[in-house]
C-alpha cells in the first residue's frame, strides 16, 4: 500500500466519479472503479455513511461518532475521498450540481423516487451536463426501464437472492430450507454489473459526447447469474431445485469428506476419472460399467460418491492435497485463518494491510483480484474519515463551503 494521497495509477485514471451510495451494494461499484484509479468522492450525509457503524472494530480505532469507521467500511470503501453534503438543504443542493457539472459519473442507491424528491433527478443533473453518466442500483430497478410491482420495495442482500433465483437452487439436494449464500451476493454481483455498466457508459461518453442512464436492479442481476434455470425451464420445462454440492450434469462433482475437513474434487470429463481411480487404488472402477462414461456416473451417482467419499475420508487434507494437487481439478475447503496462511493469497496480493486511523494495528482487507500489466490499480488509500478531504475537494471544483443548516436547539 502506498502512502495515503498517493495518485491512483490504474485504466481509469482521470474519471471522477460522485458516490452518493450507502451500505454494500452501491459502496462496492464504486470501490471497483476506485479500485482502477477512478477518484472516487464519496458524498456523505452529515454524519457520515451509517455503515461506519458496523464492526469488528480495531482496538484503538477512532469511532464512528469521532469520523471513524469499522472493518465494514474500512473494506469496500477504500481508494475513495470524503466530503459531507447535505442534499436537504438548499445549499447542499447547489454544491452538488456545481460538482456534477465537473464529474464524469454519478452514482446513487436510493429507492426509486428518493432524487427525484430532492430535485436531484437524472433529467435535472444531465441538463447541467449532457455528458453524465448516472448510475442507479435498487433492488427491483428504475421505472425509467418498466415500473413492476416491486419497484418501490425495499430490498436487500437476502430478498434479491430470494428473488433472483439463487436460493431456490442452493442447499441439500433432498429437504430442507433454501439456503442463503454467505457472502452478500445479492449486493455485490449487481455492484459488479453497475461498475461493468458504468465503464460501457464512459467509453459510448468517449465517441458520442452523450452520457445516459444506467440502471441495474439486484434481483435482475442474481437471476442473470442463474442463467442455467431460464434455459432449462424453457427447454425442458426443468423446475429449479437445490442441487446440493454436486452438479447436475457431471458426476463425481462436489465437495467429499478428508479426515480433517472438506475438499472439493470434481472430474469434468472422462480423460479425468481413469487417473482419479488409479489414484485411488480402484483401477477397478475405470472399467465398471457404471463409471465407464460422465453419462453413466451420473446414473450412478449414489455408488460413484460413495465410492469417492470413503476413498478422501481416509486421508486428511495435506495427504488428498499431495495426492491430487496438480493431477485432478481439486482443492482443499479453507476458512479464513487457512486463507491468511496459504501462499497463494500472499503472493497474488489478495490480503492487503491498510491504516485505520487510531489503531494499534494495521486492518487486513481483500485485494482485488484484477491485475493489469501497465495499469495495474489496487489498494492505495485506505477509506475516508467524515469530510476529511472536503478543502482539496471544493479547492478542486473551484467551491466554497457550503453554509450549516442551524440545529434545533437542544
Given at each position: 500500500?502506498?502512502?495515503?494521497?498517493?495518485?491512483?495509477?490504474?485504466?481509469?485514471?482521470?474519471?471522477?466519479?460522485?458516490?452518493?451510495?450507502?451500505?454494500?451494494?452501491?459502496?462496492?461499484?464504486?470501490?471497483?472503479?476506485?479500485?482502477?484509479?477512478?477518484?472516487?468522492?464519496?458524498?456523505?450525509?452529515?454524519?457520515?455513511?451509517?455503515?461506519?457503524?458496523?464492526?469488528?472494530?480495531?482496538?484503538?480505532?477512532?469511532?464512528?461518532?469521532?469520523?471513524?469507521?469499522?472493518?465494514?467500511?474500512?473494506?469496500?470503501?477504500?481508494?475513495?475521498?470524503?466530503?459531507?453534503?447535505?442534499?436537504?438543504?438548499?445549499?447542499?443542493?447547489?454544491?452538488?450540481?456545481?460538482?456534477?457539472?465537473?464529474?464524469?459519473?454519478?452514482?446513487?442507491?436510493?429507492?426509486?423516487?428518493?432524487?427525484?424528491?430532492?430535485?436531484?433527478?437524472?433529467?435535472?443533473?444531465?441538463?447541467?451536463?449532457?455528458?453524465?453518466?448516472?448510475?442507479?442500483?435498487?433492488?427491483?430497478?428504475?421505472?425509467?426501464?418498466?415500473?413492476?410491482?416491486?419497484?418501490?420495495?425495499?430490498?436487500?442482500?437476502?430478498?434479491?437472492?430470494?428473488?433472483?433465483?439463487?436460493?431456490?437452487?442452493?442447499?441439500?439436494?433432498?429437504?430442507?430450507?433454501?439456503?442463503?449464500?454467505?457472502?452478500?451476493?445479492?449486493?455485490?454481483?449487481?455492484?459488479?454489473?453497475?461498475?461493468?455498466?458504468?465503464?460501457?457508459?464512459?467509453?459510448?461518453?468517449?465517441?458520442?459526447?452523450?452520457?445516459?442512464?444506467?440502471?441495474?436492479a439486484m434481483a435482475d442481476a442474481v437471476l442473470a447469474l442463474c442463467e442455467r434455470i431460464v434455459y432449462q425451464y424453457s427447454a425442458a420445462g426443468v423446475d429449479s431445485r437445490p442441487d446440493g454440492n454436486g452438479h447436475p450434469l457431471l458426476c463425481p462433482f462436489g465437495i467429499f469428506p478428508a479426515s480433517d475437513g472438506y475438499v472439493s474434487l470434481g472430474v469434468p470429463n472422462d480423460r479425468f476419472w481413469e487417473p482419479l481411480a488409479r489414484i485411488m487404488g480402484r483401477a477397478d472402477l475405470a472399467a465398471d460399467p457404471r463409471c465407464a462414461s460422465n453419462e453413466a456416473r451420473v446414473r450412478?451417482?449414489?455408488?460413484?460418491?460413495?465410492?469417492?467419499?470413503?476413498?478422501?475420508?481416509?486421508?486428511?487434507?495435506?495427504?488428498?492435497?499431495?495426492?491430487?494437487?496438480?493431477?485432478?481439478?481439486?482443492?482443499?475447503?479453507?476458512?479464513?485463518?487457512?486463507?491468511?496462511?496459504?501462499?497463494?493469497?500472499?503472493?497474488?496480493?489478495?490480503?492487503?494491510?491498510?491504516?485505520?486511523?487510531?489503531?494499534?494495528?494495521?486492518?487486513?482487507?481483500?485485494?482485488?483480484?484484477?491485475?493489469?500489466?501497465?495499469?495495474?490499480?489496487?489498494?492505495?488509500?485506505?477509506?475516508?474519515?467524515?469530510?476529511?478531504?472536503?478543502?482539496?475537494?471544493?479547492?478542486?471544483?473551484?467551491?466554497?463551503?457550503?453554509?450549516?443548516?442551524?440545529?434545533?436547539?437542544?
Amino acid at each position: 500500500m502506498t502512502a495515503p494521497g498517493t495518485p491512483a495509477f490504474g485504466a481509469l485514471q482521470g474519471l471522477r466519479v460522485l458516490d452518493l451510495t450507502q451500505m454494500l451494494a452501491g459502496p462496492y461499484a464504486t470501490m471497483l472503479l476506485a479500485d482502477q484509479g477512478a477518484d472516487v468522492i464519496k458524498v456523505e450525509p452529515p454524519g457520515g455513511d451509517a455503515t461506519r457503524r458496523h464492526g469488528p472494530f480495531l482496538p484503538g480505532a477512532r469511532p464512528f461518532d469521532e469520523g471513524g469507521f469499522g472493518a465494514y467500511f474500512g473494506s469496500v470503501n477504500r481508494n475513495k475521498r470524503s466530503i459531507v453534503v447535505d442534499l436537504k438543504s438548499e445549499a447542499g443542493k447547489a454544491q452538488l450540481i456545481a460538482m456534477v457539472r465537473q464529474a464524469d459519473v454519478l452514482v446513487e442507491n436510493y429507492r426509486a423516487g428518493v432524487m427525484e424528491g430532492l430535485g436531484l433527478s437524472y433529467e435535472t443533473l444531465a441538463a447541467h451536463n449532457p455528458r453524465l453518466v448516472y448510475a442507479a442500483l435498487r433492488g427491483f430497478g428504475d421505472p425509467r426501464s418498466g415500473e413492476t410491482p416491486y419497484t418501490h420495495w425495499p430490498a436487500y442482500d437476502p430478498v434479491a437472492q430470494a428473488m433472483g433465483g439463487i436460493m431456490g437452487v442452493t442447499g441439500p439436494e433432498v429437504g430442507g430450507a433454501p439456503t442463503k449464500i454467505g457472502p452478500g451476493v445479492g449486493d455485490l454481483l449487481p455492484a459488479m454489473y453497475l461498475a461493468y455498466a458504468v465503464a460501457a457508459a464512459c467509453w459510448s461518453v468517449q465517441r458520442t459526447g452523450q452520457g445516459q442512464f444506467v440502471d441495474v436492479a439486484m434481483a435482475d442481476a442474481v437471476l442473470a447469474l442463474c442463467e442455467r434455470i431460464v434455459y432449462q425451464y424453457s427447454a425442458a420445462g426443468v423446475d429449479s431445485r437445490p442441487d446440493g454440492n454436486g452438479h447436475p450434469l457431471l458426476c463425481p462433482f462436489g465437495i467429499f469428506p478428508a479426515s480433517d475437513g472438506y475438499v472439493s474434487l470434481g472430474v469434468p470429463n472422462d480423460r479425468f476419472w481413469e487417473p482419479l481411480a488409479r489414484i485411488m487404488g480402484r483401477a477397478d472402477l475405470a472399467a465398471d460399467p457404471r463409471c465407464a462414461s460422465n453419462e453413466a456416473r451420473v446414473r450412478h451417482r449414489a455408488f460413484v460418491e460413495a465410492e469417492v467419499g470413503a476413498w478422501t475420508r481416509r486421508h486428511t487434507q495435506a495427504e488428498l492435497v499431495r495426492l491430487l494437487g496438480g493431477r485432478i481439478p481439486f482443492g482443499p475447503v479453507l476458512y479464513a485463518q487457512d486463507i491468511f496462511h496459504d501462499p497463494h493469497f500472499q503472493a497474488r496480493g489478495m490480503l492487503v494491510p491498510t491504516e485505520q486511523p487510531g489503531a494499534e494495528r494495521l486492518l487486513t482487507i481483500a485485494g482485488t483480484p484484477i491485475h493489469m500489466g501497465r495499469t495495474p490499480g489496487g489498494v492505495h488509500r485506505r477509506a475516508p474519515l467524515v469530510d476529511e478531504h472536503a478543502g482539496e475537494i471544493l479547492r478542486e471544483f473551484g467551491l466554497q463551503p457550503a453554509p450549516t443548516s442551524p440545529q434545533p436547539s437542544p
